[in-house]
């Protein structure tokens, strides 16, 4: 939303305020305010016109105009309907120079997830990428995936959900009596998946150019249109406002990305890997032991039976216990 526009709304949401005080105020025309207003409102907000001037009495579901308005990070959001996928749709923002945006979408129709794996994105959920350049080296860029993670979390657990962190890029909600079978000797206890994370780079050996980070939320969906062991805020505590939920994980992963050194130590005290016996499928073969830590930018620390092991990537699984 343009900046003008955006000092309009502004002005509207604080009470009725006639077309020649608004015009005054942001040294704009009547005309321009004319159009402004009949701008805002086909974005759906309601602005309604009395004797006292023009009022917002409304704001819209969801949409970009409507996470922009009282969004208290500095993201500009693009909004669609419907798209492909919100982290190609940010590549493309980034090959153009763009930075501080969010694609944000009510349906992804062809999303994908670590390894390239399908996720399902149906229509009522929050998909959404963000675009941004930190001054960081690409070593550490790991920890913006932790620390979406963790501002997905605390939003749902703002909700009411009972979620929690799986290493590396899983938010789940546990799921006792849903633990998977995988064979006669274990058996898997990871829950059931409400979030999945994909962080992708672009830069050089000392610096980086771009980082997205790719989020979906299962929100307003039925499990049955997810794929299997996957669950909702639906189906959790029912539908939520995912205007105001969009908010709070930009919200809060502005602030985090800000101060990285807060990121460790706030995963730590989501998550549902550490003190887990975990099996972690890594590039060099398998690590099963005990998670007992993660360490900066993101490495699990794993104690297994011939020592303790630094994992940085890999696929974990949350085993039942010996």
Not at 28 to 47: M, Q, Y
Not at 135 to 143: K, L, N, R
Request: hydrophobic share 40%; charged share 30%; net charge negative.
């Amino acid at each position: 939303m343009q900046e003008t526009r955006h000092r309009v709304l502004d002005a509207l949401a604080d009470g009725p305020v006639s077309g020649p005080d608004l015009a005054d105020r942001l040294d704009i025309s009547r005309a321009a305010v004319w159009k402004h207003v009949e701008a805002l409102r086909e974005d759906g907000f309601t602005v309604e016109s009395g004797d006292d001037g023009y009022e917002l009495t409304a704001v819209p579901e969801f949409g970009g105009p409507a996470v922009e308005f009282g969004l208290e990070a500095p993201f500009s959001v693009e909004y669609h309907d419907t798209i492909p996928s919100t982290n190609s749709r940010a590549r493309e923002l980034a090959a153009d120079g763009e930075s501080d945006v969010v694609v944000l979408a009510d349906e992804q129709t062809g999303g994908r997830g670590r390894l390239d794996r399908e996720f399902a994105s149906p229509s009522g959920g929050i998909w959404l990428s963000i675009l941004f350049r930190p001054e960081t080296p690409p070593a550490q860029t790991p920890i913006f995936t932790l620390a979406a993670a963790v501002a997905v979390t605390r939003a749902a657990r703002e909700a009411g959900v009972d979620a929690g962190i799986k290493w590396p890029n899983d938010v789940l909600v546990p799921a006792e009596t849903r633990a998977r079978q995988t064979g006669p000797d274990d058996g898997l206890v990871d829950g059931e998946k409400l979030v999945g994370i994909l962080t992708e780079m672009e830069g050089e050996a000392d610096r980086v150019s771009w980082v997205i980070v790719g989020t979906g939320i299962n929100a307003n969906v039925d499990t049955t249109d997810l794929v299997p062991e996957a669950t909702s805020l639906r189906e959790q505590v029912g539908d939520v406002d995912r205007r105001v939920f969009t908010q709070r994980v930009l919200e809060e992963f502005d602030a985090l990305r800000s101060n990285p050194d807060q990121i460790v130590p706030a995963w730590r005290e989501l998550s549902s890997t550490l003190g887990q016996r975990v099996r972690v499928e890594t590039p060099g073969g398998e690590v099963v032991g005990e998670a007992v830590d993660v360490e900066f930018p993101g490495s699990l620390i794993v104690d297994t039976d011939e020592g303790t092991v630094r994992v940085t990537a890999g696929d974990c699984e949350h085993l039942r216990p010996e």
